[in-house]
């Protein structure tokens, strides 16, 4: 089995290779992971390293931490070497913000779990923090590293360090320099270096820093953002904004070979330590395994990252997948249970050019409605102030391709940027209906109408109703539970709607600031409208008496109901961080209170229903039963609160085998009948005296399970494994003879086995105990088609298991 290792914020991800699964969350630092390295001593063991000062040595097999080794200082990166005993390279930060330097940590070696690391050893100064910007060489005889214009390499023997220089002047010919990458050939005094002008350049004789020498390869157009040579350093890897991995075979120009339209600039590259396999990471968090024929062979996805999140967090009714901007023009659909992207529905369907002086289409607003049923779009384009391109599209989901087809397409909806858009999602509502806010001044109500031909079955949307309230810019708006009423905000103002007549009922205005967000209550609070000021003021008013219920100074960034209960979680933004609040409309008594849930701005919020709800009894984590709340940071960060560790959520087929340590661990040993052994001796005696011995229950057996999940190329032939499989599902209720019992042997009272284990289907019998040595073991007598069946696995040849 093969791992890809990934740092994600304070945990290291482990992946299996052939099947794409997270098999692991190393879980322990308490800040970011900056860096993580195979332990050159032990392949089945990983060092990492944090800005938490410590550096960690796991056993990534089984998930357990070994030792930490407490260094005293911030760690900002992690290199090893075979010939460096017991030590490892860290880059940290001294004194200025902007001085790195590399040095050797010495680990000592202590049965402890934590030890301290105070040892160091200065190897270079003056150099990048980044990991790409250094890398060691001909096996460990040297290190190079690069920062600006400079490469600097340092040869361990001679304890000499060499330095050259590029020219760094503004005319055009040198303006783009700068060294951005580094990697050195695992067997020779070779040196690769990327640049910001897409050159790769070979260094060559650089212990003399006068008859030194390069070569250039130029394929890359942008910055050449990571370079990776192979194990046996036959060829060199790079990578950059193209989102092309290009392979320089013996560092030549003219044997190049490409794999292209890898969908996002790739970011880092790495080799497997066997050679045979290439791993990029890319820029909207995707990883690529790929063969070393160039052929990629998975895709492990992860939360797209965009430039901007404009659609907020939504939650899609039918697939509960979580819906948010993913490629450019793209709504990524994300499970969030198994922690997956599911698909990409294309919104713009246009090709998309990676210019950055390209004014591009944004997907602005999206909304479902009717139960999953409708998706509403609003995408946007604006090269000058008075050129803006608006367009609404509504999709309707198709049961027969189950996706989303385009439904009606609006261009110019509004004469200005659409604020916001809702549905009215109301059980009893009869006909679809969606209002859009704009910054013109209106707000529409579009109705699903029949726009048919003489056939009647075509439907579409068109506008039904516009409504203005003195030519405020409008900017929120919102359906009550039973969607009765509509809320919409106009500046500072709140105006209620009759959804039927749409006639104004009235109007809420504090002059506490423009609206920034507005909601309504649910179920017994469906009486509340709450809306929140830029100003920082949150307000409730009481839509029966028509007056201020109560307001509270919360500078809230996001609001959040929960649909399956009467609570909000508000988000509010301070100069520590940012804080939670959970409450309930119809008292100001927050109901759960979290101080600094992340130390960068949240923009987005969500709960999420849960299939099965929890039963948390303590007050604080009430508000979890029925939802799960998610946000997103600034740094497009998506954060939970959960009472399990990441590692505890895994369920991957490693996971799912919770059979006890007296338990044989492999479904051929369940299949081929052995029996559970005896623990302890009084166990046993009690069972003997008062009941027969029951086997667990067939939906309870970890073999089924861990058989239906175990890779077909190591199992062996179906038919071999059909029948004795589908008996161990079956329930027995044959009984044994008097004939096949022993005259020494009495059975207890005659009981009908309700579970068994797989192997086999019967009643177990027991020895009289007068007559029993309670230190040999129980025999068991076995009908004529068990032995039949036995007979049948002594003549099969297990020579292939060896193998395994």
């Given at each position: 089995?093969?791992y890809?290792f990934?740092?994600?914020g304070?945990?290291?991800?482990?992946?299996?290779t052939?099947?794409?699964e997270c098999?692991h969350?190393l879980?322990?630092h308490r800040?970011?992971?900056?860096?993580?390295?195979?332990?050159?001593?032990?392949?089945?063991q990983?060092?990492?390293?944090?800005?938490?000062?410590?550096?960690?040595?796991?056993d990534?097999?089984?998930?357990?931490?070994?030792?930490?080794?407490?260094?005293?200082?911030k760690?900002?990166?992690?290199?090893t070497?075979?010939?460096a005993?017991?030590s490892v390279?860290?880059?940290i930060?001294?004194e200025k913000?902007?001085?790195?330097?590399?040095?050797?940590?010495k680990?000592?070696k202590?049965s402890?779990?934590?030890?301290e690391?105070?040892?160091?050893?200065?190897v270079l100064?003056?150099?990048?923090?980044?990991?790409?910007?250094?890398?060691?060489g001909?096996?460990?005889e040297?290190v190079?590293?690069?920062r600006?214009?400079?490469?600097?390499v340092y040869?361990f023997?001679k304890?000499?360090?060499?330095?050259?220089?590029l020219?760094s002047?503004?005319n055009?010919?040198?303006?783009?320099?700068n060294?951005t990458?580094?990697?050195?050939?695992?067997?020779?005094?070779?040196?690769a270096t990327?640049?910001?002008?897409?050159?790769?350049?070979l260094?060559r004789?650089f212990d003399?820093?006068?008859?030194?020498?390069?070569?250039?390869l130029h394929?890359?157009?942008d910055l050449?953002?990571d370079l990776?040579?192979?194990?046996t350093?036959?060829?060199l890897?790079?990578g950059?904004?193209?989102s092309v991995?290009?392979e320089?075979?013996e560092a030549?120009?003219?044997?190049?070979e490409?794999?292209?339209?890898l969908g996002?600039t790739?970011e880092?590259?790495?080799?497997?330590p066997?050679g045979d396999?290439?791993?990029?990471?890319h820029?909207?968090?995707k990883?690529?395994?790929?063969?070393?024929?160039?052929?990629?062979?998975?895709?492990i996805q992860g939360?797209?990252?965009?430039?901007?999140i404009f659609?907020g967090?939504?939650?899609?009714?039918?697939?509960?997948?979580?819906v948010?901007n993913?490629?450019?023009g793209?709504?990524q659909?994300?499970?969030l249970q198994s922690?997956?992207?599911?698909?990409?529905?294309?919104?713009?369907?246009?090709e998309?050019?990676?210019?950055?002086g390209l004014i591009q289409i944004?997907?602005?607003?999206?909304a479902?409605?009717?139960y999953?049923?409708?998706?509403?779009?609003?995408?946007?384009r604006?090269e000058k102030e008075?050129e803006?391109?608006?367009?609404?599209k509504?999709?309707?989901?198709?049961?027969?391709?189950q996706?989303?087809v385009?439904?009606?397409?609006?261009?110019?909806?509004?004469e200005d940027?659409?604020?916001?858009l809702?549905?009215?999602?109301?059980e009893k509502s009869?006909?679809p209906t969606?209002?859009t806010?704009?910054?013109d001044?209106?707000?529409?109500?579009?109705?699903?109408?029949d726009d048919s031909?003489?056939?009647?079955k075509?439907?579409?949307w068109t506008?039904?109703?516009?409504?203005?309230?003195h030519?405020?810019?409008?900017?929120n708006?919102?359906?009550?539970?039973?969607?009765?009423l509509l809320?919409?905000?106009?500046?500072?103002?709140?105006?209620?709607?009759d959804?039927e007549?749409?006639?104004?009922?009235?109007?809420?205005?504090?002059?506490?600031?423009k609206i920034?967000?507005?909601?309504?209550?649910?179920l017994?609070?469906?009486?509340?409208l709450?809306?929140?000021t830029e100003?920082g003021?949150?307000?409730c008013w009481?839509l029966?008496s028509?007056?201020?219920?109560w307001?509270?100074?919360?500078?809230?960034?996001?609001?959040?109901?929960?649909p399956?209960?009467?609570n909000?979680?508000a988000v509010?933004?301070?100069?520590m961080g940012?804080d939670?609040?959970?409450?309930?409309?119809?008292?100001p008594?927050?109901?759960y209170?979290q101080?600094?849930?992340?130390?960068e701005e949240v923009?987005?919020g969500?709960?999420?229903?849960?299939?099965?709800?929890?039963?948390?009894?303590?007050e604080a984590y009430?508000?979890?039963?029925r939802?799960q709340?998610y946000?997103?940071?600034?740094?497009?960060?998506?954060?939970?609160f959960?009472?399990?560790?990441?590692?505890e959520?895994?369920?991957?087929?490693?996971?799912?085998?919770?059979?006890?340590e007296?338990?044989?661990?492999?479904?051929?040993y369940?299949?081929?009948g052995?029996?559970?052994q005896q623990?302890q001796d009084d166990?046993l005696?009690?069972?003997?005296?008062?009941?027969l011995?029951?086997l667990?229950?067939?939906e309870n057996i970890?073999?089924?399970?861990?058989?239906?999940?175990?890779?077909?190329h190591v199992?062996?032939s179906a038919?071999?494994?059909?029948s004795?499989?589908?008996?161990?599902?079956?329930l027995?209720?044959?009984?044994k003879?008097?004939e096949?019992?022993?005259?020494d042997?009495?059975?207890?009272?005659?009981?009908e086995?309700?579970?068994s284990?797989?192997?086999?289907n019967?009643?177990?019998?027991v020895?009289?105990?007068?007559?029993t040595?309670l230190?040999k073991?129980?025999?068991?007598?076995?009908s004529?088609?068990e032995?039949?069946?036995?007979?049948?696995?002594?003549k099969?040849?297990?020579?292939?298991m060896?193998?395994?």
């Amino acid at each position: 089995m093969v791992y890809v290792f990934c740092v994600s914020g304070d945990f290291i991800k482990v992946y299996s290779t052939a099947t794409e699964e997270c098999v692991h969350i190393l879980q322990g630092h308490r800040n970011l992971v900056t860096g993580i390295q195979l332990n050159p001593k032990n392949h089945l063991q990983l060092y990492s390293c944090s800005f938490d000062s410590t550096i960690k040595l796991w056993d990534y097999t089984d998930g357990i931490l070994i030792k930490t080794f407490i260094v005293g200082c911030k760690l900002h990166a992690l290199f090893t070497l075979d010939c460096a005993e017991d030590s490892v390279f860290v880059i940290i930060n001294k004194e200025k913000p902007d001085v790195f330097q590399l040095v050797s940590v010495k680990l000592p070696k202590s049965s402890s779990q934590e030890i301290e690391a105070k040892e160091l050893s200065f190897v270079l100064d003056y150099i990048n923090q980044s990991p790409k910007c250094i890398a060691f060489g001909n096996e460990g005889e040297y290190v190079a590293a690069v920062r600006d214009f400079y490469l600097s390499v340092y040869f361990f023997k001679k304890k000499t360090t060499s330095r050259f220089t590029l020219s760094s002047s503004r005319n055009k010919k040198h303006a783009k320099n700068n060294f951005t990458c580094v990697a050195c050939h695992p067997k020779e005094d070779c040196i690769a270096t990327g640049h910001r002008d897409g050159k790769i350049r070979l260094w060559r004789n650089f212990d003399d820093e006068k008859k030194y020498t390069y070569t250039c390869l130029h394929w890359h157009h942008d910055l050449v953002m990571d370079l990776a040579f192979s194990v046996t350093g036959s060829s060199l890897l790079s990578g950059g904004r193209e989102s092309v991995l290009v392979e320089w075979r013996e560092a030549a120009e003219k044997n190049k070979e490409f794999l292209p339209r890898l969908g996002a600039t790739i970011e880092h590259i790495s080799v497997s330590p066997a050679g045979d396999l290439f791993c990029t990471s890319h820029s909207d968090n995707k990883m690529i395994i790929i063969h070393r024929n160039l052929e990629a062979s998975a895709v492990i996805q992860g939360l797209v990252k965009d430039r901007n999140i404009f659609t907020g967090l939504m939650i899609d009714p039918r697939t509960k997948a979580l819906v948010l901007n993913g490629k450019p023009g793209h709504l990524q659909f994300y499970s969030l249970q198994s922690d997956k992207q599911l698909y990409n529905l294309d919104i713009i369907q246009q090709e998309y050019i990676n210019d950055y002086g390209l004014i591009q289409i944004e997907l602005t607003k999206a909304a479902f409605g009717c139960y999953g049923n409708w998706l509403a779009t609003v995408e946007q384009r604006q090269e000058k102030e008075t050129e803006l391109e608006l367009q609404m599209k509504l999709w309707t989901y198709n049961k027969k391709t189950q996706g989303f087809v385009l439904n009606t397409k609006v261009n110019m909806p509004h004469e200005d940027h659409i604020t916001a858009l809702c549905f009215c999602n109301a059980e009893k509502s009869e006909n679809p209906t969606l209002v859009t806010t704009s910054k013109d001044g209106h707000f529409k109500v579009w109705i699903l109408t029949d726009d048919s031909d003489i056939y009647k079955k075509a439907v579409g949307w068109t506008c039904d109703f516009v409504g203005s309230y003195h030519k405020y810019q409008a900017t929120n708006c919102c359906f009550s539970e039973d969607g009765s009423l509509l809320a919409v905000s106009f500046e500072e103002i709140v105006t209620i709607w009759d959804s039927e007549t749409w006639e104004l009922k009235c109007t809420f205005c504090q002059r506490a600031g423009k609206i920034r967000h507005l909601c309504f209550g649910r179920l017994t609070c469906s009486k509340y409208l709450l809306g929140a000021t830029e100003n920082g003021i949150l307000c409730c008013w009481n839509l029966l008496s028509c007056a201020l219920e109560w307001s509270a100074k919360l500078n809230v960034r996001v609001m959040e109901p929960d649909p399956n209960s009467e609570n909000i979680a508000a988000v509010s933004q301070s100069s520590m961080g940012s804080d939670l609040f959970v409450f309930r409309p119809s008292e100001p008594r927050p109901l759960y209170i979290q101080k600094n849930i992340s130390r960068e701005e949240v923009q987005w919020g969500v709960f999420v229903p849960r299939d099965v709800p929890e039963s948390f009894t303590s007050e604080a984590y009430q508000w979890l039963n029925r939802s799960q709340f998610y946000f997103l940071t600034k740094s497009q960060s998506l954060l939970t609160f959960s009472t399990q560790s990441p590692e505890e959520k895994l369920t991957p087929t490693s996971k799912q085998l919770l059979a006890e340590e007296t338990l044989p661990t492999t479904p051929f040993y369940f299949i081929l009948g052995k029996h559970r052994q005896q623990q302890q001796d009084d166990k046993l005696n009690e069972a003997l005296e008062n009941e027969l011995i029951q086997l667990p229950l067939t939906e309870n057996i970890p073999a089924i399970s861990e058989l239906l999940h175990t890779p077909a190329h190591v199992l062996p032939s179906a038919s071999f494994l059909c029948s004795m499989f589908v008996n161990s599902l079956l329930l027995s209720k044959e009984t044994k003879s008097a004939e096949e019992i022993p005259d020494d042997v009495s059975m207890e009272e005659e009981k009908e086995s309700v579970d068994s284990d797989e192997e086999n289907n019967f009643t177990e019998e027991v020895q009289d105990t007068n007559n029993t040595d309670l230190g040999k073991d129980i025999i068991h007598q076995l009908s004529k088609s068990e032995e039949k069946e036995l007979r049948k696995f002594r003549k099969v040849d297990y020579s292939w298991m060896t193998a395994l």
